[in-house]
């Protein structure tokens, strides 16, 4: 089986990450999408609840699960039997240490590839920290994060 982990802080998840989520699990057999534990990032959403919402936004994609690691991302990689790493790419700004983090998890686990999608041009602009600003002054987050979860953000930031 070709599996593939999807690593993230997703807090929360948008369409730009649903976009990756979608056109890589057209690719492999299964998508591990694995949130970080031990962020050093001050979450809005705890892991417990960054899992439900990743669960409600693809729960009508059949081969892909939702889990959470801490340590190394390439041991969790290991673990799970996953040769490919999935990032995605929106500009040329995330390059220089998406391309810091490949080199290092390809020196710590030559075994394991990372394989990087650009973002769809329409979800260019969107991060989760740009998502979590609009919705904390009362923005509209239509097309900005899956339908199933925006009153969730909503009630969060209030
Ligand atoms: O969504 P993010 O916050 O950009 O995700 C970053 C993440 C979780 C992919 C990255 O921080 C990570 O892989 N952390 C685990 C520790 C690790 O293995 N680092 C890379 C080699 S030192």
């Known amino acids: 089986m070709n599996i593939a ?52 936004s693809t729960s009508d994609i059949q081969n892909v699960v939702i889990d959470s690691f801490s340590g190394l991302l390439v041991n969790f990689l290991r673990e799970k039997n996953a040769r490919v790493i999935i990032k995605g790419l929106r500009a040329v700004s995330d390059f220089e240490y998406e391309f810091q983090m490949a080199l290092m998890n390809s020196k710590l686990a030559p075994e394991i590839e990372t394989l990087f999608m650009m973002t769809s041009s329409k979800y260019s602009y969107l991060s989760s920290s740009i998502v979590k600003e609009v919705a ?14 925006v009153g969730e953000i909503y009630k969060k930031v209030n």
């Open 136 to 149: 904390k002054h009362g923005g509209s987050l239509n097309e900005l994060v899956p339908e199933e979860i």
């Open 5 to 56: 982990v999807y690593p993230g802080s997703f807090d929360p998840v948008t369409n730009g990450h649903l976009d990756i989520i979608k056109r890589a699990s057209d690719i492999f057999d299964k998508v591990i999408i694995s949130i970080l534990e031990n962020n050093s990032k001050e979450p809005l959403f705890t892991v417990e609840e960054r899992i439900e919402l990743l669960k409600r």
